[in-house]
């Protein structure tokens, strides 16, 4: 480019120095100009407002018989509501925290230890564990059992067998009196 | 020789201003191909004619498929049952896909086996991986659009792999989805991608074909062309034989389109997606197999869905892996035995993936996963170190003459092509 080109012969150094300030500049808004147009690309593909919205549920415990399990969607998901019996609320206390992978107190899950609110998906890749009707199979510690890979959870949602890295997470949710409860 | 330049006046208003003509006859008619290609080389054009079949197959069902997610099963069964030809259309569409993955895996094999992916075409190499990506992708894409209980739960457990990315995988995920779970937004974003890959892998085929007609094909021989004598015009020879394969694998492809059309799909994909339910038995269509089990075999989140990865990706990098300089395994004695030993590892792997990961399958699955990456870091590089070739011939016109190993083939290809080669000067 530059041995044809009159020109570069007559700009002085000052020149050259100015030319490469001029392309700097120019790279740089380019730069920024691409970033200005990609973002909000991107930004598009995540969740619209009206899929936010829908962000709460609201659960009349009254139906729910001890020993049950109900499934209400949550944000497109399942959330288990489990209305423990006393055998599973001591079991899930019982549990030492050095035998979970993932050590969480039952307390901290279940702020009112008979009632477990969890989301019915698997931590490992996003199946709904079986568990929540009667005859599932519930896994070797009494609460779920995904069959997609074999992950097995506790009677508080906590995983302790298989390839899942996490507990099954608890939702925000607040008890609005004493048999209803809003989850989101 | 055909003459670049046509004759009719009209053609050479054209070829003056698009030189079309000349450009044909230069990529399809007098263009020199291998003079010994046998018929594992039918396998690129088959997957070209794939790809345009699920184009032309996939914009009429786009016509009348609604991508919507309380509506997207139900535009199916109008398709199956009240589109005229509508059954025929999404059948081929289906079966096509297999057939597309079936084609374009024995076209990479035969790429492994006779070294296709060495010097000078290692670009041309990656161009193919890319288009086995894309492929990938839009097939995911394609099956959940049909939003039955495998479309749904298949998209769910392969789009949670990106939630394994340390730190920012649940954002990726609810990026992905549009939302808190595969919904509506995702099959839409699914839809639109769906339509387009293909597209995109239609522009990587143009590259890759450029690379190719740039250094040529390679041949079972795995020797370069030296002169004219070691090559054929591409027209009447291989299109003749590009065509009998074609007829072939339209016989195949057909007899599963009207005589089994379900045998390679999952019944529980004609029940509808039920968010709250996942099936009892997840398996992926038979083309992912092998990659599932590999998924599956390490006991780790994250090493699962890196290992599964890395298992194409380790492709970009087999021209450097394999450290022989002979190309054709016909003349690679020991590297013929690591090929269909891989080509077993490979075949159970699929097994593996298609049952569940239970007893003696979790063991082998593992073994067979350790195998496939042993295979690229420590088989083939080592055998290429120590190795002796057996002796590779001059020419590839000297071995088709005289004969030698594969001499059957050869000869055959090198008689005919002797028998037509004043012929051809007529034509045009
Ligand atoms: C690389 C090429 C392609 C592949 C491998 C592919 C693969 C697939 C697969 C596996 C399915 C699910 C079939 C089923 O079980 O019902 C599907 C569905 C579909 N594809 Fe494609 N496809 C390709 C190209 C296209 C193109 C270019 C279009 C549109 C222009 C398209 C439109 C559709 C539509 C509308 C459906 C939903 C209807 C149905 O399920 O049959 N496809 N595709
Ligand atoms: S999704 Fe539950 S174990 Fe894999």
Redesign the pocket.
């Known amino acids: 480019m530059a041995d044809a080109a009159p020109p570069s012969e007559s700009l002085s150094e000052d020149g050259g120095k100015r030319r490469d300030f001029l392309v700097l500049a120019a790279g740089a808004m380019g730069g920024m100009a691409t970033v200005a147009v990609v973002w909000p690309l991107i930004e598009t593909m995540n969740p619209s407002a009206d899929v936010l919205a829908l962000a709460s549920t609201e659960v009349d415990l009254s139906a729910i018989e001890e020993g049950q399990t109900i499934v209400v969607k949550w944000r497109g998901r399942p959330v288990f509501v489990r209305h423990r019996t006393a055998d599973e609320i001591a079991a899930a206390q019982a549990a030492s925290l050095d035998e979970l992978s993932d050590p969480q107190p039952d307390s901290e899950r279940a702020p009112q230890a008979q009632w477990l609110i969890v989301e019915g998906v698997c931590t490992h890749l996003g199946c709904v564990p079986l568990g929540s009707k009667l005859g599932d199979p519930r896994g070797e510690f009494g609460g779920w059992f995904c069959p997609c890979h074999g992950s097995h959870y506790d009677t508080s949602g906590r995983i302790r067998k298989g390839p899942a890295p996490a507990n099954l997470p608890v939702p925000t949710y607040e008890f609005l009196d004493d048999t209803l409860v809003r989850i989101g | 020789m055909t003459t670049p330049v046509p004759q009719n006046r009209v053609a050479q208003w054209i070829e003056y201003r698009l030189p079309v003509f000349s450009w044909t006859n230069k990529h399809l008619i007098d263009y020199p191909a291998p003079r010994n290609l046998n018929y594992w080389w039918n396998f690129g054009s088959l997957a070209g004619f ?2 345009v079949l ?12 609604t ?1 919507h997610a309380d509506h ?1 099963f139900d ?2 069964e109008h ?1 199956m049952r009240d589109v005229e030809w509508g059954w025929l ?3 081929l ?2 079966n ?3 057939m ?2 079936a084609v374009v895996y024995i076209h990479l094999f035969r790429g492994l086996y006779y070294g296709s992916y060495k010097s000078p075409r290692e670009i041309l190499w990656w161009m193919g991986v890319i288009i086995l990506l ?2 990938m992708a ?9 939003w ?1 209980q495998m ?1 749904f739960w298949a998209a769910t457990v392969i789009t949670n792999m990106t939630s394994a990315i340390p730190w920012i995988g649940e954002t990726v995920v609810t990026w992905l989805w549009g939302g808190f779970s595969v919904d509506h937004p995702t099959l839409v974003r699914f ?1 639109a991608l ?6 995109v ?1 239609f522009a990587v085929v143009f590259i890759h074909l450029w690379a190719l007609h740039h250094r040529k094909s390679n041949n079972p021989l795995g020797i370069d062309i030296k002169s004219d004598k070691d090559t054929i015009p591409f027209h009447p020879y291989y299109t003749v034989k590009d065509m009998f394969g074609l007829g072939v694998m339209m016989f195949i492809l057909l007899l599963f389109t009207f005589y089994m059309p379900n045998v390679l ?1 999952e019944v529980i ?1 004609y029940e509808k997606a039920n968010p709250l339910q996942t099936p009892a038995h997840i398996v992926p ?1 038979w083309y992912f197999l092998p990659f599932y089990a590999i998924l599956r075999a390490i006991p780790d989140k994250l090493g699962g869905v890196v290992a599964m990865a890395a298992s194409i990706l380790i492709l970009f990098i087999l021209p450097w892996l394999d450290t022989s300089r002979v190309r054709s395994a016909r003349f690679r004695p020991i590297y013929k035995w690591a090929f269909w030993v891989f080509v077993v590892d490979c075949i159970a792997l699929g097994w593996v993936g298609a049952n569940t990961p239970e007893g003696n399958f979790i063991w082998i699955g593992q073994v067979t996963t350790g195998y496939y990456f042993a295979h690229f870091l420590i088989v083939v590089p080592l055998i290429g170190k120590f190795e002796r070739p057996t002796k590779v011939p001059e020419s590839i016109h000297q071995a088709v003459l005289k004969g030698g190993e594969g001499a059957g083939e050869a000869a055959a290809a090198g008689a005919a092509g002797a028998a037509a080669a004043p012929a051809s000067g007529e034509q045009s």
Request: aromatic fraction near 16%; charged fraction near 5%; charge should be neutral.
């Open positions: 794939m790809l699920q184009i032309v197959t996939g914009v009429v069902l786009a016509m009348h498929y991508p997207a535009s199916v398709i259309m999404r059948y569409h289906a096509g896909a297999s597309f993955f894309l492929m839009s097939a995911f894409m394609g099956y959940v659009l049909p039955g479309s839809y769906h339509y387009l890959l293909p597209f892998i799909g994909n269509e």
